[in-house]
C-alpha cells in the first residue's frame, strides 16, 4: 500500500505503522482492538450509549527557537489510535463502535515550514478509522451524533489521577464544547481505559517483543563495547545510536540510567543535575537501565556488569543476589499471585544471598521482621509496562491498595498477577550510605549486619537486573534477551558470540511471522553479531 508522505511503498494491504521496511509492521488493528475494548468494557458496566471523546497531544514549542522538541503522543491516545501527529482529537461511539478522528486545518505557511498537508483522506487510510475530519467541525459532528442518541446519552471524557506520577488526566476541552457541558460524564471513561490498558492483546504483545528485542541487542552491544576511561555518557550515546539504526526507535523510553562505581548505587541516576559524566574506573561495577519506544510500546531493561569484563568476588555476589531474587520471582509468578508476594520473595532471596556471603549474620526470617530488606532493596520489585514505562492502573479503584511497609509500599501495583499482563522483573541490591547509616543506628537492624564485611561494600554502587515479562498461563514469557548469568556475560564481554548457539536460545530464533495484517513476515529478524 503506498500511503502519502511516507518513503517507501508498503507490502502490506491493511493500514500498519512500519519506520522502514527493515522494523516491525504494527497493524491498526491494534487500536482497533483496544476501542473495541474499552467500548465492551463500557458496555458491562451498563454504559450503552453515548460519546467518547479523547484528546491527543500538543507539540511543545521551545521558548528562543521555531523548532520544536520531538514530538510524543499523549499515551491514551497513542494506545486507541496510534495517530502519530499533534492536535489530533478522536471521537467514539459507545453505541455503534464507529470512531472518527479530527485533525487540525494547518495554515497554508505550513507548506513552507513543515511541507505537504495532507487531506482527511490520507489519515482516514493510515489509521483505518471509520472517517477523519477537521477539528473545527466537531461541535457539528457531536450535535448531529446526539441527535440520534437517547437525551440521557453522555459525553464521556478522561478525567484521573496517575498513581505514580500524581499529575492528572484532564478532560478534553475544544472551542464551543461549553454547548455540551450539561452531557459531559468523567465517572466511566479513564477506569475503562485504565483497565484495558492492564492486560495486553497479542497485537500489543508483538509490539512490546520487538521494543524489548530492540533495546537488548542495544545493551548487548554496551557489554561489548564499554571498558575503562569511557565516559558513562558514551554507553548512553551508543545505546541510543543503536536502538535507532537498528530498530527504527527514534525515541528511548525514558532518560538513560548508566550508572557506574559509587553512581549505580542511585535510582535514577542520569538526570539533569547527575547527566552520566563519569570516567569508568577498572574496578567500576555498571549499571545500564535503558529502553526503546517503538510506537510508543517501551521497554525498560537493566544490565549490570564490570567495566573490567571479569567479575570481582564481591561484584559476583552482589549479582548472584539479584540473579537469585529474579529467578525466585520467576518461580513464584503464575495467575492469582500477588505482586506484593512477588516483591517478598526478591527480598527474601536477596537477604538469603548476602546471609551466605558473609555480609549479613542470622535469621533470614528474622531478618524480614525487623524490615531489613529495604536497607538493600530500597525500591519495589517493578511495574507494568505498555504505552508508558510505569503503565496505567496499578491502583485503580477496586484493586488491591498501596501497602505501607517500607519496600512494599513502593510497589506500583499490589495486583495479582493476570494473563497478558506485561511487567518489569527488577529487583536490585544496592550500597546506600544513607540507607546504611539508618540501618546501622537502628539495634534491631544493625544486629545481623557484619560491619567488617560491609566496610568493603561502602562505595561499591548496586545492582540492577530488569526483564520485560509477560504473564502466561504458567508463569512468565520474557520478553528480554539480554545474557543474564556470569558466565554469559563474561563471555560476550570477551567478544564471544550472542545468542551462543541458537539451540540455546530458541526465542531469538523467532521469525517474527505470526501477526502481518496479510499473513506474512513483518519484520527481518536480525540475530546480534557474534
Ligand atoms: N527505568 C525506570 C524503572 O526501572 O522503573
Ligand atoms: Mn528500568
Ligand atoms: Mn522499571
Given at each position: 500500500?503506498?500511503?502519502?508522505?511516507?518513503g517507501w511503498?508498503?507490502?502490506?494491504?491493511?493500514?500498519?505503522?512500519q519506520?522502514?521496511?527493515?522494523?516491525?509492521?504494527?497493524?491498526?488493528?491494534?487500536?482497533l482492538?483496544a476501542?473495541?475494548?474499552v467500548?465492551?468494557?463500557?458496555?458491562?458496566?451498563?454504559?450503552?450509549?453515548?460519546?467518547?471523546?479523547?484528546?491527543?497531544?500538543?507539540?511543545?514549542?521551545?521558548?528562543?527557537?521555531?523548532?520544536e522538541?520531538?514530538?510524543?503522543?499523549?499515551?491514551?491516545?497513542?494506545y486507541?489510535?496510534?495517530?502519530?501527529?499533534p492536535?489530533?482529537?478522536?471521537?467514539?461511539?459507545?453505541?455503534?463502535?464507529?470512531?472518527?478522528?479530527?485533525?487540525?486545518?494547518?495554515?497554508?505557511?505550513?507548506?513552507?515550514?513543515?511541507?505537504?498537508?495532507?487531506?482527511?483522506?490520507?489519515?482516514?487510510?493510515?489509521?483505518?478509522?471509520?472517517?477523519?475530519?477537521?477539528?473545527?467541525?466537531?461541535?457539528?459532528?457531536?450535535?448531529?451524533?446526539?441527535?440520534?442518541?437517547?437525551?440521557?446519552?453522555?459525553?464521556?471524557?478522561m478525567?484521573?489521577?496517575?498513581s505514580?506520577?500524581?499529575?492528572?488526566a484532564?478532560?478534553?476541552?475544544?472551542?464551543g464544547?461549553?454547548?455540551?457541558?450539561?452531557?459531559?460524564?468523567?465517572?466511566?471513561?479513564?477506569?475503562?481505559?485504565?483497565?484495558?490498558?492492564?492486560?495486553?492483546?497479542?497485537?500489543?504483545i508483538?509490539?512490546?517483543?520487538?521494543?524489548?528485542?530492540?533495546?537488548?541487542?542495544?545493551?548487548?552491544?554496551?557489554?561489548?563495547?564499554?571498558s575503562?576511561?569511557?565516559?558513562?555518557?558514551?554507553?548512553?550515546?551508543?545505546?541510543?545510536?543503536?536502538?535507532?539504526k537498528?530498530?527504527?526507535?527514534?525515541?528511548?523510553a525514558?532518560?538513560?540510567?548508566?550508572?557506574?562505581?559509587?553512581?549505580?548505587a542511585?535510582?535514577?541516576?542520569g538526570?539533569?543535575?547527575?547527566?552520566?559524566?563519569?570516567?569508568?574506573?577498572?574496578?567500576?561495577?555498571?549499571?545500564?537501565?535503558?529502553?526503546?519506544d517503538?510506537h510508543?510500546?517501551?521497554?525498560?531493561?537493566?544490565?549490570?556488569?564490570?567495566?573490567?569484563?571479569?567479575?570481582?568476588?564481591?561484584?559476583?555476589l552482589?549479582?548472584?543476589?539479584?540473579?537469585?531474587?529474579?529467578?525466585?520471582?520467576?518461580?513464584?509468578?503464575?495467575?492469582?499471585?500477588?505482586?506484593?508476594?512477588?516483591?517478598?520473595?526478591?527480598?527474601?532471596?536477596?537477604?538469603?544471598?548476602?546471609?551466605?556471603?558473609?555480609?549479613?549474620?542470622?535469621n533470614?526470617?528474622?531478618?524480614?521482621?525487623?524490615?531489613l530488606?529495604?536497607?538493600?532493596?530500597?525500591?519495589?520489585?517493578?511495574?507494568?509496562?505498555?504505552?508508558?514505562?510505569?503503565?496505567?492502573?496499578?491502583?485503580?479503584s477496586?484493586?488491591?491498595?498501596?501497602?505501607?511497609?517500607?519496600?512494599?509500599k513502593?510497589?506500583?501495583?499490589?495486583?495479582?498477577?493476570?494473563?497478558?499482563?506485561?511487567?518489569?522483573?527488577?529487583?536490585?541490591?544496592?550500597?546506600?550510605?544513607?540507607?546504611?547509616?539508618?540501618?546501622?543506628?537502628?539495634?534491631?537492624?544493625?544486629?545481623?549486619?557484619?560491619?567488617?564485611?560491609?566496610?568493603?561494600?561502602?562505595?561499591?554502587?548496586g545492582?540492577?537486573?530488569?526483564?520485560?515479562?509477560?504473564v502466561?498461563?504458567?508463569?512468565?514469557e520474557?520478553?528480554?534477551?539480554?545474557?543474564?548469568?556470569?558466565?554469559?556475560?563474561?563471555?560476550?564481554?570477551?567478544g564471544?558470540?550472542?545468542?551462543?548457539?541458537?539451540?540455546?536460545?530458541?526465542?531469538?530464533?523467532?521469525?517474527?511471522t505470526?501477526?502481518?495484517?496479510?499473513?506474512?513476515?513483518?519484520?527481518?529478524?536480525?540475530i546480534?553479531?557474534?
Amino acid at each position: 500500500m503506498s500511503v502519502p508522505g511516507l518513503g517507501w511503498v508498503s507490502k502490506f494491504t491493511k493500514p500498519v505503522f512500519q519506520q522502514s521496511p527493515k522494523t516491525l509492521a504494527i497493524p491498526m488493528d491494534l487500536h482497533l482492538s483496544a476501542r473495541k475494548k474499552v467500548v465492551d468494557l463500557l458496555h458491562s458496566r451498563g454504559v450503552m450509549n453515548g460519546i467518547a471523546l479523547v484528546k491527543g497531544g500538543q507539540q511543545e514549542s521551545q521558548y528562543d527557537s521555531d523548532m520544536e522538541p520531538p514530538f510524543r503522543q499523549d499515551s491514551w491516545f497513542n494506545y486507541l489510535f496510534g495517530v502519530k501527529e499533534p492536535e489530533f482529537y478522536g471521537v467514539i461511539s459507545i453505541t455503534t463502535g464507529k470512531t472518527t478522528l479530527f485533525m487540525p486545518r494547518l495554515p497554508d505557511e505550513y507548506l513552507v515550514w513543515c511541507g505537504q498537508i495532507f487531506p482527511p483522506v490520507h489519515f482516514k487510510q493510515m489509521y483505518g478509522v471509520d472517517d477523519v475530519q477537521y477539528v473545527d467541525t466537531l461541535g457539528d459532528f457531536l450535535r448531529q451524533e446526539f441527535s440520534s442518541e437517547p437525551e440521557s446519552a453522555k459525553l464521556h471524557l478522561m478525567e484521573g489521577k496517575n498513581s505514580d506520577s500524581g499529575l492528572f488526566a484532564t478532560p478534553a476541552r475544544f472551542d464551543g464544547d461549553e454547548e455540551f457541558q450539561s452531557r459531559v460524564d468523567t465517572s466511566a471513561l479513564y477506569h475503562a481505559v485504565s483497565t484495558a490498558r492492564v492486560t495486553k492483546s497479542a497485537h500489543e504483545i508483538e509490539a512490546m517483543r520487538y521494543s524489548a528485542y530492540v533495546a537488548s541487542n542495544a545493551h548487548v552491544e554496551v557489554m561489548r563495547t564499554t571498558s575503562a576511561g569511557m565516559f558513562e555518557y558514551e554507553c548512553e550515546a551508543k545505546f541510543l545510536y543503536e536502538i535507532y539504526k537498528n530498530g527504527g526507535c527514534r525515541k528511548a523510553a525514558y532518560t538513560s540510567i548508566c550508572g557506574c562505581g559509587p553512581n549505580a548505587a542511585t535510582l535514577h541516576y542520569g538526570h539533569a543535575g547527575a547527566p552520566n559524566l563519569r570516567h569508568l574506573q577498572p574496578n567500576d561495577i555498571g549499571l545500564f537501565d535503558m529502553g526503546a519506544d517503538y510506537h510508543g510500546y517501551v521497554s525498560d531493561i537493566t544490565c549490570s556488569f564490570p567495566v573490567s569484563g571479569k567479575f570481582t568476588e564481591d561484584q559476583a555476589l552482589i549479582f548472584n543476589a539479584v540473579l537469585s531474587a529474579q529467578r525466585a520471582v520467576t518461580a513464584l509468578a503464575r495467575p492469582g499471585v500477588t505482586w506484593v508476594d512477588c516483591h517478598r520473595a526478591a527480598e527474601r532471596a536477596i537477604l538469603t544471598v548476602l546471609t551466605e556471603g558473609g555480609l549479613l549474620t542470622g535469621n533470614v526470617d528474622e531478618m524480614i521482621d525487623a524490615v531489613l530488606g529495604p536497607t538493600f532493596f530500597p525500591h519495589g520489585l517493578g511495574h507494568l509496562i505498555g504505552c508508558d514505562t510505569h503503565d496505567v492502573g496499578g491502583y485503580l479503584s477496586g484493586t488491591p491498595e498501596r501497602e505501607v511497609r517500607p519496600g512494599l509500599k513502593n510497589l506500583r501495583t499490589a495486583r495479582a498477577l493476570e494473563p497478558n499482563m506485561v511487567l518489569t522483573n527488577e529487583p536490585g541490591c544496592y550500597f546506600v550510605d544513607y540507607l546504611l547509616d539508618k540501618a546501622l543506628a537502628n539495634p534491631e537492624q544493625s544486629k545481623f549486619i557484619n560491619q567488617e564485611v560491609l566496610a568493603r561494600f561502602r562505595g561499591f554502587g548496586g545492582v540492577r537486573l530488569e526483564d520485560v515479562v509477560v504473564v502466561t498461563e504458567n508463569g512468565f514469557e520474557n520478553l528480554t534477551t539480554c545474557p543474564r548469568t556470569i558466565e554469559e556475560i563474561e563471555s560476550v564481554m570477551a567478544g564471544g558470540a550472542w545468542p551462543p548457539a541458537v539451540d540455546k536460545a530458541p526465542e531469538l530464533k523467532r521469525n517474527w511471522t505470526t501477526l502481518g495484517p496479510d499473513g506474512e513476515c513483518m519484520v527481518p529478524l536480525a540475530i546480534p553479531r557474534g
